[in-house]
């Protein structure tokens, strides 16, 4: 009685098993076509992320930018400077870690941040190959469990003579077998590839905030934004400066400057009088700027070093002039 017990309740555990593994059959392969679509989306960003490199990277021209933006930020251009730092784009890691190192510039402005920002962007790396990591595994497995899932059909086919039903499930088989061994095949090269991209990416990125903040000192960052970055070349969003004439007479703004162009039939970019328009209107005078009258006085200024350097922007009246950015107002 408990020998009939036992073989009943051993026979109820394998056709348990047998029926487990026969409902598996069709989740094993739509989890195989999915993981081969998403190897392929990971191979043509790989191909893109390539090309970018191949097109664009340059060390030198990283040095350059990372040096000129480093100037920009002494001459109190902070928007020339973060131009020359979005001029390295060929890696969306790079790009991104540069747009997050933007707005701290021009928000928080955590002098400890960049260090950070480096940090969380080596764990995103390290997201990134988890991706194509996990196909290189997933991808065989799906395929030794499409293989031998239809191969207890296929036996059982060729016990009862039915050729069709061992011809279908070993088709079904080897065909799994290989979709699971590409999968693998190609999350394997793409990781492998990636790994050394992404390294050389974080190097660079260390190696261009050494340039930028590795002299000492406390860039000059501008005005907070309280807003989206605006990296247009007017500076509409900046105030009309006041232009006073070196004798101290009086102030004109340059909204007065410029009425009294156009009733003067005067085009703008023309010389005036007296031939040299540079000397005849200087910057504005700062709030704690020495008084045009007196300058040779070296100005006083405020203790202002928790605060942010405000930027000014200075356009000489001529043909000759130059942009606002190019001009150092100190």
Same mark, same amino acid.
């Given at each position: 009685?408990?020998?009939?017990?036992?073989?009943?309740?051993?026979?109820?555990?394998?056709?348990?098993?047998?029926?487990?593994?026969?409902?598996?059959?069709?989740?094993?392969?739509?989890?195989?076509?999915?993981?081969?679509?998403?190897?392929?989306?990971?191979?043509?960003?790989?191909?893109?992320?390539?090309?970018?490199?191949?097109?664009?990277?340059?060390?030198?021209?990283?040095?350059?930018?990372?040096?000129?933006?480093?100037?920009?930020?002494?001459?109190?251009?902070?928007?020339?400077?973060?131009?020359?730092?979005?001029?390295?784009?060929?890696?969306?890691?790079?790009?991104?870690?540069?747009?997050?190192?933007?707005?701290?510039?021009?928000?928080?402005?955590?002098?400890?941040?960049?260090?950070?920002?480096?940090?969380?962007?080596?764990?995103? %790396?390290?997201?990134?190959?988890?991706?194509? $990591? *996990?196909?290189?595994? !997933?991808?065989?497995?799906?395929? /030794?469990? @499409?293989? +031998?899932?239809?191969?207890?059909?296929?036996?059982?086919?060729?016990?009862?003579?039915? %050729?069709?039903?061992?011809?279908?499930?070993? $088709? *079904?088989?080897?065909? !799994?077998?290989?979709?699971?061994? /590409?999968? @693998?095949? +190609?999350?394997?090269?793409?990781?492998?590839?990636?790994?050394?991209?992404?390294?050389?990416?974080?190097?660079?990125?260390?190696?261009?905030?050494?340039?930028?903040?590795?002299?000492?000192?406390?860039?000059?960052? @501008?005005?907070?934004?309280?807003?989206?970055?605006?990296?247009?070349?007017?500076?509409?969003?900046?105030?009309?400066?006041?232009?006073?004439?070196?004798?101290?007479?009086?102030?004109?703004?340059?909204?007065?400057?410029?009425?009294?162009?156009?009733?003067?039939?005067?085009?703008?970019?023309?010389?005036?009088?007296?031939?040299?328009?540079?000397?005849?209107?200087?910057?504005?005078?700062?709030?704690?700027?020495?008084?045009?009258?007196?300058?040779?006085?070296?100005?006083?200024?405020?203790?202002?070093?928790?605060?942010?350097?405000?930027?000014?922007?200075?356009?000489?009246?001529?043909?000759?002039?130059?942009?606002?950015?190019?001009?150092?107002?100190?």
């Amino acid at each position: 009685m408990h020998i009939v017990l036992a073989t009943t309740l051993a026979h109820g555990i394998e056709q348990t098993i047998y029926d487990i593994s026969k409902l598996l059959l069709y989740p094993v392969l739509i989890a195989a076509l999915l993981c081969l679509c998403w190897a392929i989306v990971e191979v043509g960003w790989f191909l893109y992320e390539l090309y970018l490199r191949m097109r664009y990277r340059d060390l030198e021209a990283l040095e350059i930018r990372a040096l000129k933006a480093r100037d920009a930020f002494a001459k109190g251009q902070p928007r020339r400077a973060y131009k020359y730092l979005q001029e390295n784009c060929y890696s969306t890691v790079v790009a991104r870690f540069l747009f997050d190192l933007i707005r701290n510039y021009q928000t928080e402005r955590i002098a400890e941040k960049p260090l950070k920002l480096l940090q969380e962007y080596e764990f995103y %790396t390290v997201k990134r190959l988890e991706k194509t $990591r *996990i196909l290189v595994r !997933v991808g065989p497995m799906l395929g /030794l469990m @499409g293989t +031998l899932i239809p191969l207890a059909p296929a036996l059982t086919g060729l016990a009862e003579g039915n %050729t069709k039903m061992l011809t279908d499930n070993l $088709r *079904i088989a080897f065909s !799994v077998t290989v979709i699971g061994l /590409l999968i @693998g095949g +190609l999350g394997f090269i793409v990781s492998i590839v990636r790994d050394r991209f992404y390294q050389q990416d974080i190097s660079d990125l260390e190696y261009m905030l050494e340039l930028l903040e590795g002299g000492g000192g406390r860039l000059r960052l @501008g005005p907070p934004r309280r807003h989206a970055a605006d990296f247009d070349d007017a500076d509409d969003d900046l105030p009309d400066l006041t232009l006073v004439a070196p004798n101290g007479d009086g102030a004109t703004s340059g909204a007065a400057v410029a009425a009294a162009h156009d009733q003067a039939d005067v085009p703008m970019g023309a010389a005036a009088t007296p031939a040299d328009p540079a000397a005849a209107f200087a910057p504005a005078t700062l709030p704690f700027a020495p008084s045009p009258a007196t300058p040779d006085v070296d100005p006083v200024l405020p203790d202002i070093a928790d605060e942010p350097t405000e930027i000014f922007s200075w356009r000489p009246l001529s043909s000759g002039g130059v942009a606002d950015d190019d001009v150092d107002p100190t």
